[in-house]
C-alpha cells in the first residue's frame, strides 16, 4: 500500500516533469544567443528577500506579458534564507539584500559550474530617515547628527547640534523617541553600514543586521511595523524604504556641504557613482560628497548562476532577468514599490552579464 | 511519511470491516491483535519522529553551542559565547510565559466552573461554543488585535503602576509610551491560551461522575462545597494537563508576541519597552540569519525545547502524585 | 452539556433573583425551608451600595479624572467583598463561602469576555465591511493584483482588487491533509497509553516525548519538515533542481503542521480516555465484547465529544500557523488545488504577509484591507469546523444517563 501510494506520487511527478520538459523541447537558444523570451514557458522558482516583494509581485505578473507562458514563483523567505536556498538548489534564483560573500560563492560552484554566479542590482530603494514631529515636513541632518541621534546622545528635537543645521525651522523640546527594526533587516544594515562609513566617530556599533541591543530604544516588525509605531509617537525618528514613509516627514541628508532629500534619481545615482565589482554587486561609496547624491540607499540584487544545469532553466532565467532590468520592468518595479529605476549604464552592464548565462557541460 | 497515511486508513477501516469468519458481533482474536499492533505502531511512529526532531534540532545546533570544535570559529556571530546570548531570551520567554499562566489559570478553571456548573443552562451551551471558538482563533489574529488595540490600552494603566507601585522591580522604570512591553505580551498570551484552558477543564469538569455530585448534595453539601469535594479531586490531574497545554502554547508562541512586544535587552521591568522571548527572537531574526546566526536561533529554539521537557516532566510529576483519582484505575 | 447540574439553589446568582417570596428581615419566615435565609432582594442592595463606595474609592485614587473603568471594577470587588460579609451575618460561613466561589466564577466569566469580546469585535468591524462590498475577494486569488492597483484603489477610489481564494483552499488543503495524518496516529498512541500499556517503560516513554513535542517551536518543525521532505526526495528520486524543488509543497507543511498537531490530540484525548468510567469497559467486557470492539463501541463514544473538542484544538493550533507554512509550501499569488506538486498559499501566510509587508508599500490599506477580510474568514472557516465536530460528536455520542 506504502509502495503504491508513493508510486503514484512518483508518477504525478514524473508525468509533472516530462510535461515541462515537453514544453522546452522546442526551444534551443542559449550560449550567448539571445533568446527569444517570447517563446519560453515553464516555471521559474526564485526566494529571498522580502524588500522587494512588492515589485517582484510587479515582475512576476508583467514578465507574462512578454512571455506568456513563463510563470515566476518567488518566495519572501528573506535574504539569507534565499541564498542559502539558491545554494542548495531549491530555487533557481536568489533575491538578496546583500551580496554573496566569497565562502557562499565558492559554494555556488556546486550548483553553478566553476564560473559560479553574478548579482544583478535590480532593486534601488532609498532609506529614508523619518520622523514624526508636529508642524515640521523637514529636517536637515548631517550624518553625525543623525548617528548621535540613533545612538541616544541628542534626546530632544532642539538640541543644539540639530537647531544649528535648521535656522528658520521651530523645533519643538519633544523628547526623540528612536524607532528601530526588531527584526533582521537589511534596511539596518544598509542604514547603520552609512552611519558606519559616513559618521566612524559617533556610530561605534558598526554595520549590523540586528540593530545594537545596547541602544534602549522601541522597535517595531517590518517597514510598515516602524512606520506605524513612528506615524503614533510624536518626536519620533526611525528610517524606512523611502516609498513607505507616507505621512512621515524626512531628513534631508549631510552630502558634502549640501543636504540632499531622498529621491529616486539621487538614490540611482549613488548606484552608478559606485564601483561594480566582477560578480555584478556594486560597493556603495556612502561617505561620497557627490553633489546630488542620496547615500542612504538599499540595494537589493537579484543572483543567478552564470551557467545552469539545464536548458529550460537556463532560458527562463534569461527571460525573466532580461525582462527585470528592462526599462518596462524598472517602471513596473517603481510604479508598485516606489523603488528608484535603474540607470542606463547599469542596465547595459546587467544586460551583458545576463546574456552570457549558459548551460552546463 | 506516506507511511503514516497509509497507517491512517488502516486504522479508521479496520473496525467497520465485518470480523473473519462470519463471528459475532462480540469482534475476534485477529481484530484485537491488529487493533492493538496499531496502537502500539502509532505510539512508535510518534518516538521515531521525534528522533528525528532531535537529532535534526541537535545537529543544526552544534555549531553554536561549541564554537570551537564545530566551526573552527572563537566565538558565535551575537555574543560572546552561546549562553550570554540565549540566558536573556529564556529570562524573557519564562517571564511572558509566567505572566500568561497566572493571569490565565485561575479565570480558565472559573469560566470551565462556570459553564459546566454555574450557568443557566441556556448560557451554558452558547458560552461553550463561544469558547472553542476563540481556541481556534489563529494567533496572528491575536497578535495584531494586542497591536492595534490592548497595546493603547494599557499606556494609562502601566503609568498608574509605575506611580503607585513603582517600588516593586517590576513596575519600576520609565513606562513605555507605546505600550509594547512584555507585560502587554503577557496578557496577549493570557487571553490567547485562556479559551484553551478552559475548554480542556470544562470538559473535564462535566465528566465528574454525577453519582459523586448528588452524593454529596444529598449529604448538604453547598454548591461550592460539591465542587470542591467532588469535581476538583477527580479533575485535579486534568486541570494540570491542561494548564501544561496551555503553557506549551504560551511559551512557544510566536505571532502573538512577535507583533506586540518592542523587543530589546533583559530586564525585569514589566512595563518599559526591552525583553525577548526565543520564539519571537526565531521568528524575527531567522529569514535573514545565515551560517553561525542560524544555528545560534535553532540552538536557541533546542533550549526551549528543553525548557518545555523540564516543565512537563514537573506536571507529569505531579499528575503521577494524583492518579488514584483517575476513571480509568 | 447535557450532564450540566440543575442547581440547586439557583437564587443566589446575582443575574437571577429566587422566585420565592422576598421576606422581609423582620418579618417571620413562613416556612421553615427558608428559615434563616437573607431575603432576596439583599444582592441589589448590596450592588447599589457598592457602586456608590466605589465611586467614592475611584474619586480618592485616581489622580486624574474619573474612570468609567476603574469605577466598576473597584464597585465589583466591594460587592463581591460585600456579598460575602452580609451573607456571613444573616445566614452562616458555609453559605457565605458558597456564594463568595459563586460570584467569583461570575467575575471570572465576565473578566474573561471583555478581551475575548473586543477581540472579536476588532475582527468584525474590520473585515466585515470589506468583505460585504467586495464578494469578489473570495473568489479571486492575487494573480492580476500589484502595487499600481493598489495604489489606484487607495488613491483614486478603483474597486478593491484580488483575493484570497487561493490561500482559503491552500488552508483547506493543507488543514485536511495534516488532520487525515495527525488525528488517526494520535488517537490510536493515546488509546495504546491509556487501554493497552500498563504503565511500561515504552508508555511511559511516549508520554514523555508528546510532552516534549508541545515544546517545538513552530519554525523548527516547518524546518523539519522540509528537511525530512527533501531527504525523502533525494533519496528516492535524486538530487537536481528539478526535484529538489518539488520539495516545496502542501504536503511537507501537512507533515510541519502534523507535528505540531499530534501532540495536541494526543495530550486531549488521552486526558478524555481516562475520564471514561472503568464500569462501561467491565460491563463490556463483561458481556464478552472483546477490548477492541468494546474501545470502539463503548470508550471512545462515551468520550467522542470531548475528543472532537481536543481534535478542533488541534486544527485551531495549526490553521493559525504561519512561519513553518511560509517555509514549507511557499508563497503563490494563484490558486493550487494539488497539496501534493507546487506551492501553496496558506491563509494565515497570507494574512501575516499583507499586514507586514503590503503589495503596494506606499499604499498600504487596500492589504490591510484584504487581510483583515481574510482573518474573518480564517476565523469563520474555523467556526464551521467547530460546528460540524460537534455534529459529529452529538452523532456518536451515546445518549447520557446519570452515571
Not at chain 1, 557627490?290 to 540595494?299: Q, R, S, T, W
Not at chain 1, 552564470?306 to 517603481?334: C, I, N, P, R
Not at chain 3, 492597483?149 to 483552499?169: K, N, R
Given at each position: 500500500?506504502?509502495?503504491?501510494?508513493?508510486?503514484?506520487?512518483?508518477?504525478?511527478?514524473?508525468?509533472?516533469?516530462?510535461?515541462?520538459?515537453?514544453?522546452?523541447?522546442?526551444?534551443?537558444?542559449?550560449?550567448?544567443?539571445?533568446v527569444?523570451?517570447?517563446?519560453?514557458?515553464?516555471?521559474?522558482?526564485?526566494?529571498?528577500?522580502?524588500?522587494?516583494?512588492?515589485?517582484?509581485?510587479?515582475?512576476?505578473?508583467?514578465?507574462?506579458?512578454?512571455?506568456?507562458?513563463?510563470?515566476?514563483?518567488?518566495?519572501?523567505?528573506?535574504?539569507?534564507?534565499?541564498?542559502?536556498?539558491?545554494?542548495?538548489?531549491?530555487?533557481?534564483?536568489?533575491?538578496?539584500?546583500?551580496?554573496?560573500?566569497?565562502?557562499?560563492?565558492?559554494?555556488?560552484?556546486?550548483?553553478?559550474?566553476?564560473?559560479?554566479?553574478?548579482?544583478?542590482?535590480?532593486?534601488?530603494?532609498?532609506?529614508?530617515?523619518?520622523?514624526?514631529?508636529?508642524g515640521?515636513?523637514?529636517?536637515?541632518?548631517?550624518?553625525?547628527?543623525?548617528?548621535?541621534?540613533?545612538?541616544?546622545?541628542?534626546?530632544?528635537?532642539?538640541?543644539?547640534?540639530?537647531?544649528?543645521?535648521?535656522?528658520?525651522?521651530?523645533?519643538?523640546?519633544?523628547?526623540?523617541?528612536?524607532?528601530?527594526?526588531?527584526?533582521?533587516?537589511?534596511?539596518?544594515?544598509?542604514?547603520?553600514?552609512?552611519?558606519?562609513?559616513?559618521?566612524?566617530?559617533?556610530?561605534?556599533?558598526?554595520?549590523?543586521?540586528?540593530?545594537?541591543?545596547?541602544?534602549?530604544?522601541?522597535?517595531?516588525?517590518?517597514?510598515s511595523?516602524?512606520?506605524?509605531?513612528?506615524?503614533?509617537?510624536?518626536?519620533?525618528?526611525?528610517?524606512?524604504?523611502?516609498?513607505?514613509?507616507?505621512?512621515?516627514?524626512?531628513?534631508?541628508?549631510?552630502?558634502?556641504?549640501?543636504?540632499?532629500e531622498?529621491?529616486?534619481?539621487?538614490?540611482?545615482?549613488?548606484?552608478?557613482?559606485?564601483?561594480a565589482?566582477?560578480?555584478?554587486?556594486?560597493?556603495?561609496?556612502?561617505a561620497?560628497e557627490?553633489?546630488?547624491?542620496?547615500?542612504?540607499?538599499?540595494?537589493s540584487?537579484?543572483?543567478?548562476c552564470?551557467?545552469?544545469?539545464?536548458?529550460?532553466?537556463?532560458?527562463?532565467?534569461?527571460?525573466?532577468?532580461?525582462?527585470?532590468?528592462?526599462?518596462?520592468?524598472?517602471?513596473?518595479?517603481?510604479d508598485?514599490?516606489?523603488?528608484?529605476?535603474?540607470?542606463?549604464?547599469?542596465?547595459?552592464?546587467?544586460?551583458?552579464?545576463?546574456?552570457?548565462?549558459?548551460?552546463q557541460? | 511519511?506516506?507511511?503514516?497515511?497509509?497507517?491512517?486508513?488502516?486504522?479508521?477501516?479496520?473496525?467497520?470491516?465485518?470480523?473473519?469468519?462470519?463471528?459475532?458481533?462480540?469482534?475476534?482474536?485477529?481484530?484485537?491483535?491488529?487493533?492493538?499492533?496499531?496502537?502500539?505502531?502509532?505510539?512508535?511512529?510518534?518516538?521515531?519522529?521525534?528522533?528525528?526532531?532531535?537529532?535534526?534540532?541537535?545537529?543544526?545546533?552544534?555549531?553554536?553551542?561549541?564554537?570551537?570544535?564545530?566551526?573552527?570559529?572563537?566565538?558565535?556571530?551575537?555574543?560572546?559565547?552561546?549562553?550570554?546570548?540565549?540566558?536573556?531570551?529564556?529570562?524573557?520567554?519564562?517571564?511572558?510565559?509566567?505572566?500568561?499562566?497566572?493571569?490565565?489559570?485561575?479565570?480558565?478553571?472559573?469560566?470551565?466552573?462556570?459553564?459546566?456548573?454555574?450557568?443557566?443552562?441556556?448560557?451554558?451551551?452558547?458560552?461553550?461554543?463561544?469558547?472553542?471558538?476563540?481556541?481556534?482563533?489563529?494567533?496572528?489574529?491575536?497578535?495584531?488585535?494586542?497591536?492595534?488595540?490592548?497595546?493603547?490600552?494599557?499606556?494609562?494603566?502601566?503609568?498608574?503602576?509605575h506611580?503607585?507601585?513603582?517600588?516593586?522591580?517590576?513596575?519600576?522604570?520609565?513606562p513605555?509610551?507605546?505600550?509594547?512591553?512584555?507585560?502587554?505580551?503577557?496578557?496577549?498570551?493570557?487571553?490567547?491560551?485562556?479559551?484553551?484552558?478552559?475548554?480542556?477543564c470544562r470538559?473535564?469538569?462535566?465528566?465528574?461522575?454525577?453519582?459523586?455530585?448528588?452524593?454529596?448534595?444529598?449529604?448538604?453539601?453547598?454548591?461550592?462545597?460539591?465542587?470542591?469535594?467532588?469535581?476538583?479531586?477527580?479533575?485535579?490531574?486534568?486541570?494540570?494537563?491542561?494548564?501544561?497545554?496551555?503553557?506549551?502554547?504560551?511559551?512557544?508562541?510566536?505571532m502573538?508576541?512577535?507583533?506586540?512586544?518592542?523587543?530589546?535587552?533583559?530586564?525585569?521591568?514589566?512595563?518599559?519597552?526591552?525583553?525577548?522571548?526565543?520564539?519571537?527572537?526565531?521568528?524575527?531574526?531567522?529569514?535573514?540569519?545565515?551560517?553561525?546566526?542560524?544555528?545560534?536561533?535553532?540552538?536557541?529554539?533546542?533550549?526551549?525545547?528543553?525548557?518545555?521537557?523540564?516543565?512537563?516532566?514537573?506536571?507529569?510529576?505531579?499528575?503521577?502524585?494524583h492518579k488514584?483519582?483517575?476513571?480509568?484505575? | 452539556?447535557?450532564?450540566?447540574?440543575?442547581?440547586?439553589?439557583?437564587?443566589?446568582?446575582?443575574?437571577?433573583?429566587?422566585?420565592?417570596?422576598?421576606?422581609?428581615?423582620?418579618?417571620?419566615?413562613?416556612?421553615?425551608?427558608?428559615?434563616?435565609?437573607?431575603?432576596?432582594?439583599?444582592?441589589?442592595?448590596?450592588?447599589?451600595?457598592?457602586?456608590?463606595?466605589?465611586?467614592?474609592?475611584?474619586?480618592?485614587?485616581?489622580?486624574?479624572?474619573?474612570?468609567?473603568?476603574?469605577?466598576?471594577?473597584?464597585?465589583?470587588?466591594?460587592?463581591?467583598?460585600?456579598?460575602?460579609?452580609?451573607?456571613?451575618?444573616?445566614?452562616?460561613?458555609?453559605?457565605?463561602?458558597?456564594?463568595?466561589?459563586?460570584?467569583?466564577?461570575?467575575?471570572a466569566?465576565?473578566?474573561?469576555?471583555?478581551?475575548?469580546?473586543?477581540?472579536?469585535?476588532?475582527v468584525?468591524?474590520?473585515?466585515?465591511?470589506?468583505?460585504?462590498?467586495?464578494?469578489?475577494?473570495?473568489?479571486?486569488?492575487?494573480?492580476?493584483?500589484?502595487?499600481?492597483?493598489?495604489?489606484?484603489?487607495?488613491?483614486?477610489?478603483?474597486?478593491?482588487?484580488?483575493?484570497?481564494?487561493?490561500?482559503?483552499?491552500?488552508?483547506?488543503?493543507i488543514?485536511?491533509?495534516?488532520?487525515?495524518?495527525?488525528?488517526?496516529?494520535?488517537?490510536?498512541?493515546?488509546?495504546?497509553?491509556?487501554?493497552?500499556?500498563?504503565?511500561?517503560?515504552?508508555?511511559?516513554?511516549?508520554?514523555?516525548?508528546?510532552?516534549?513535542?508541545?515544546?517545538?517551536?513552530?519554525?523548527?518543525?516547518?524546518?523539519?519538515?522540509?528537511?525530512?521532505?527533501?531527504?525523502?526526495?533525494?533519496?528516492?528520486?535524486?538530487?537536481?533542481?528539478?526535484?529538489?524543488?518539488?520539495?516545496?509543497?502542501?504536503?511537507?507543511a501537512?507533515?510541519?503542521?502534523?507535528?505540531?498537531?499530534?501532540?495536541?490530540?494526543?495530550?486531549?484525548?488521552?486526558?478524555?480516555?481516562?475520564?471514561?468510567?472503568?464500569?462501561?469497559?467491565?460491563?463490556?467486557?463483561?458481556?464478552?465484547?472483546?477490548?477492541?470492539?468494546?474501545?470502539?463501541?463503548?470508550?471512545?463514544?462515551?468520550?467522542?465529544?470531548?475528543?472532537?473538542?481536543?481534535?478542533?484544538?488541534?486544527?485551531?493550533?495549526?490553521?493559525?500557523?504561519?512561519?513553518?507554512?511560509?517555509?514549507?509550501?511557499?508563497?503563490?499569488?494563484?490558486?493550487?488545488?494539488?497539496?501534493?506538486?507546487?506551492?501553496?498559499?496558506?491563509?494565515?501566510?497570507?494574512?501575516?504577509?499583507?499586514?507586514?509587508?503590503?503589495?503596494?508599500?506606499?499604499?498600504p490599506?487596500?492589504?490591510?484591507?484584504?487581510?483583515?477580510?481574510?482573518?474573518?474568514?480564517?476565523?469563520?472557516?474555523?467556526m464551521?469546523?467547530?460546528l460540524?465536530?460537534?455534529?459529529?460528536?452529538?452523532?456518536?455520542?451515546?445518549k447520557?444517563t446519570?452515571?
Open positions: 500500500m506504502k509502495l503504491k501510494r508513493f508510486g503514484t506520487a512518483a508518477a504525478v511527478l514524473a508525468a509533472g516533469t516530462l510535461t515541462l520538459s515537453a514544453c522546452s523541447g522546442g526551444d534551443t537558444g542559449g550560449d550567448g544567443e539571445a527569444d523570451s517570447g517563446s519560453v514557458s515553464g516555471t521559474l522558482i526564485g526566494g529571498g528577500a522580502s524588500s522587494q516583494e512588492s515589485a517582484m509581485t510587479a515582475w512576476t505578473q508583467g514578465v507574462t506579458e512578454v512571455s506568456p507562458d513563463l510563470t515566476v514563483n518567488y518566495d519572501p523567505v528573506g535574504s539569507g534564507a534565499g541564498r542559502e536556498g539558491f545554494l542548495a538548489g531549491q530555487y533557481s534564483f536568489a533575491g538578496s539584500d546583500a551580496a554573496m560573500d566569497e565562502e557562499e560563492q565558492e559554494q555556488a560552484a556546486a550548483v553553478c559550474g566553476p564560473d559560479g554566479v553574478f548579482h544583478v542590482p535590480s532593486y534601488i530603494s532609498p532609506v529614508a530617515v523619518a520622523f514624526n514631529l508636529e515640521v515636513d523637514t529636517v536637515n541632518m548631517d550624518a553625525e547628527t543623525i548617528a548621535k541621534v540613533f545612538a541616544g546622545e541628542i534626546t530632544t528635537w532642539n538640541d543644539d547640534a540639530i537647531a544649528e543645521q535648521n535656522e528658520g525651522t521651530e523645533l519643538p523640546d519633544t523628547p526623540i523617541t528612536v524607532v528601530h527594526r526588531s527584526d533582521d533587516s537589511g534596511t539596518t544594515e544598509n542604514f547603520t553600514a552609512y552611519l558606519a562609513e559616513a559618521a566612524a566617530d559617533a556610530w561605534e556599533f558598526g554595520e549590523v543586521e540586528t540593530w545594537p541591543s545596547e541602544i534602549a530604544a522601541e522597535s517595531a516588525q517590518q517597514t511595523g516602524v512606520v506605524s509605531l513612528a506615524g503614533s509617537t510624536d518626536g519620533a525618528i526611525t528610517y524606512a524604504d523611502a516609498s513607505q514613509v507616507g505621512e512621515l516627514g524626512t531628513v534631508a541628508v549631510g552630502v558634502g556641504d549640501d543636504y540632499v531622498y529621491s529616486a534619481e539621487a538614490a540611482s545615482k549613488a548606484v552608478n557613482a559606485s564601483e565589482n566582477e560578480d555584478g554587486s556594486v560597493e556603495l561609496d556612502r561620497t557627490e553633489a546630488g547624491v542620496y547615500p542612504i540607499v538599499l540595494v540584487y537579484h543572483i543567478f552564470q551557467q545552469y544545469q539545464d536548458q529550460e532553466t537556463a532560458d527562463l532565467a534569461k527571460a525573466f532577468a532580461e525582462y527585470v532590468v528592462s526599462e518596462e520592468g524598472q517602471q513596473a518595479g517603481a508598485s514599490a516606489g523603488s528608484a529605476p535603474i540607470s542606463d549604464d547599469t542596465r547595459e552592464s546587467a544586460l551583458e552579464r545576463i546574456g552570457n548565462i549558459t548551460v557541460g | 511519511m506516506t507511511e503514516q497515511v497509509t497507517d491512517a486508513r488502516d486504522t479508521t477501516a479496520s473496525p467497520t470491516t465485518k470480523p473473519w469468519g462470519g463471528r459475532t458481533s462480540s469482534g475476534s482474536a485477529s481484530g484485537d491483535k491488529v487493533f492493538a499492533g496499531l496502537a502500539y505502531g502509532a505510539g512508535g511512529l510518534i518516538l521515531l519522529v521525534l528522533a528525528f526532531v532531535a537529532v535534526f534540532l541537535i545537529t543544526e545546533s552544534l555549531p553554536a553551542l561549541a564554537p570551537t570544535v564545530f566551526s573552527q570559529q572563537d566565538s558565535i556571530a551575537s555574543a560572546d559565547s552561546f549562553w550570554v546570548y540565549v540566558m536573556p531570551l529564556i529570562g524573557g520567554t519564562l517571564m511572558a510565559s509566567a505572566i500568561a499562566i497566572v493571569l490565565a489559570t485561575p479565570v480558565a478553571i472559573g469560566i470551565a466552573l462556570y459553564i459546566s456548573h454555574y450557568a443557566p443552562r441556556r448560557l451554558a451551551t452558547p458560552v461553550g461554543y463561544v469558547i472553542d471558538l476563540l481556541a481556534a482563533i489563529p494567533s496572528v489574529v491575536y497578535g495584531a488585535w494586542g497591536m492595534i488595540t490592548l497595546s493603547t490600552a494599557m499606556v494609562p494603566i502601566y503609568g498608574w503602576l506611580d503607585h507601585l513603582g517600588f516593586l522591580p517590576f513596575f519600576a522604570g520609565d513605555s509610551t507605546t505600550g509594547r512591553t512584555l507585560l502587554t505580551s503577557g496578557v496577549v498570551l493570557a487571553v490567547m491560551i485562556l479559551p484553551i484552558i478552559t475548554s480542556l470538559e473535564i469538569f462535566l465528566q465528574t461522575p454525577k453519582l459523586h455530585e448528588e452524593a454529596a448534595l444529598a449529604l448538604g453539601a453547598t454548591q461550592w462545597e460539591m465542587v470542591k469535594m467532588t469535581v476538583f479531586p477527580f479533575a485535579r490531574a486534568g486541570i494540570i494537563s491542561s494548564v501544561m497545554l496551555g503553557l506549551g502554547r504560551a511559551l512557544g508562541e510566536t502573538a508576541v512577535t507583533l506586540v512586544l518592542s523587543g530589546g535587552v533583559f530586564g525585569l521591568s514589566l512595563i518599559s519597552s526591552g525583553n525577548q522571548t526565543i520564539p519571537s527572537e526565531i521568528a524575527l531574526n531567522f529569514p535573514e540569519a545565515f551560517g553561525m546566526r542560524q544555528s545560534e536561533l535553532i540552538a536557541a529554539g533546542l533550549m526551549l525545547f528543553i525548557i518545555t521537557l523540564v516543565v512537563n516532566m514537573i506536571a507529569r510529576w505531579i499528575v503521577s502524585r488514584e483519582f483517575s476513571g480509568a484505575n | 452539556m447535557s450532564t450540566a447540574l440543575k442547581k440547586p439553589d439557583e437564587g443566589h446568582t446575582p443575574s437571577a433573583p429566587p422566585s420565592s417570596k422576598p421576606n422581609g428581615r423582620s418579618t417571620k419566615p413562613k416556612n421553615s425551608l427558608t428559615a434563616g435565609q437573607k431575603p432576596g432582594w439583599t444582592w441589589m442592595v448590596v450592588a447599589a451600595a457598592s457602586l456608590a463606595v466605589g465611586a467614592g474609592l475611584i474619586a480618592l485614587i485616581a489622580s486624574e479624572g474619573f474612570s468609567f473603568a476603574g469605577w466598576l471594577i473597584l464597585s465589583a470587588i466591594v460587592y463581591v467583598i460585600g456579598m460575602y460579609v452580609t451573607t456571613r451575618v444573616i445566614e452562616n460561613k458555609r453559605r457565605a463561602t458558597d456564594g463568595l466561589w459563586r460570584n467569583l466564577v461570575w467575575a466569566f465576565i473578566v474573561a469576555l471583555i478581551p475575548l469580546v473586543s477581540l472579536l469585535w476588532t468584525f468591524a474590520q473585515g466585515l465591511p470589506t468583505l460585504l462590498s467586495n464578494p469578489g475577494l473570495l473568489t479571486e486569488d492575487m494573480s492580476t493584483t500589484n502595487g499600481a492597483t493598489d495604489a489606484a484603489t487607495q488613491d483614486e477610489g478603483a474597486p478593491l482588487s484580488g483575493g484570497f481564494v487561493h490561500g482559503l483552499i491552500g488552508t483547506l488543503m488543514t485536511v491533509v495534516a488532520t487525515v495524518i495527525s488525528v488517526p496516529i494520535g488517537l490510536m498512541a493515546s488509546i495504546y497509553l491509556v487501554e493497552y500499556s500498563r504503565g511500561g517503560w515504552f508508555a511511559r516513554t511516549i508520554t514523555f516525548f508528546v510532552d516534549v513535542m508541545t515544546g517545538i517551536p513552530s519554525i523548527v518543525a516547518g524546518l523539519f519538515a522540509f528537511a525530512a521532505v527533501q531527504l525523502f526526495i533525494t533519496t528516492f528520486l535524486g538530487e537536481s533542481p528539478v526535484y529538489l524543488q518539488m520539495v516545496k509543497m502542501g504536503l511537507s501537512a507533515i510541519a503542521l502534523s507535528v505540531l498537531m499530534i501532540p495536541v490530540v494526543v495530550r486531549s484525548t488521552e486526558e478524555m480516555l481516562r475520564v471514561v468510567p472503568n464500569e462501561l469497559r467491565e460491563a463490556s467486557y463483561a458481556l464478552g465484547v472483546r477490548k477492541w470492539k468494546t474501545i470502539m463501541k463503548v470508550v471512545l463514544p462515551t468520550s467522542i465529544s470531548g475528543i472532537a473538542s481536543g481534535v478542533t484544538l488541534a486544527i485551531a493550533r495549526v490553521t493559525g500557523e504561519t512561519a513553518p507554512i511560509l517555509v514549507t509550501a511557499g508563497f503563490l499569488a494563484t490558486t493550487n488545488w494539488n497539496p501534493f506538486s507546487g506551492w501553496m498559499t496558506a491563509l494565515p501566510v497570507y494574512i501575516y504577509r499583507q499586514l507586514v509587508n503590503p503589495t503596494a508599500p506606499a499604499a490599506v487596500p492589504s490591510e484591507m484584504r487581510a483583515w477580510a481574510a482573518a474573518l474568514v480564517l476565523i469563520i472557516i474555523v464551521l469546523l467547530n460540524v465536530a460537534r455534529i459529529v460528536a452529538q452523532a456518536f455520542a451515546p447520557k446519570g452515571r
